[in-house]
């Protein structure tokens, strides 16, 4: 049996913050967005486990297919999905799944997407178009949404000219957010899941 000096990091994160005894039901949230907008920073930061990521090195084998554009820092991609966990209470506990962004990926989305109560779409203001494939697949399969603006620096544009640039309904949330810190992406996922309880009360109050 291997030692747990052995074992993966990640591992090691997860036993340190066990999963509770009374815990009873799981949601499952996706994190899609194009390349390079902060789908693995936004999961690293709020997740109470050490995230298990798919991040690989970016090579020379990689230019002309993940295009960096304005990511010129950015060094490590995701080649499958990230991973991490948020404990709502003692019984409901909250996976979060990073889709990756590259095109040649995509075709893994329709099955992070089974099972999913709801997701986040990043958006990066630089680069909007990047986000189309997000929106659009996520209405294919009728899950709920919210879009967060994942700000670098500065915004040039308000939130109601990104949602008329988007084409959003009114009822889709949209809010800033920095993915980087904590605070902010646990204001993302509250959203999320105050649009969802939002949808539920109007399904059950429908006649």
Known sequence: MPSRSSEPAAVRAAAAAPLRATAAEGLKIVVVGGFGVGKTTLVGSVSEIRPLSTE?????????????????????????????RITLDDEMVLYLFGAPGQERFWFLWDRLFSGTLGAV??????????????????????????????????????????????????GVPLIDCDARKRDSGVEVLTALVHHLHTLSYARETTP
Do not use: I
């Not at 690989?56 to 295009?67: F, I, K, L, R, Y």
């Open 121 to 170: 779409v990043l958006v990066d203001t630089r680069h909007v178009a990047d986000c189309w494939y997000s929106l659009d697949r996520l209405e294919h399969h009728g899950l709920p949404f919210v879009v967060a603006r994942n700000n670098f620096g500065e915004p040039e544009h308000s939130l109601e000219q990104l949602r008329e640039a988007l084409s959003l309904p009114p």
């Open 56 to 84: 690989e090195t970016m090579t020379q084998a990689g230019v002309g297919v993940d295009e960096l554009k304005s990511s010129a820092a950015k060094t490590t991609t995701t080649v499958a999905f990230d991973f991490g």
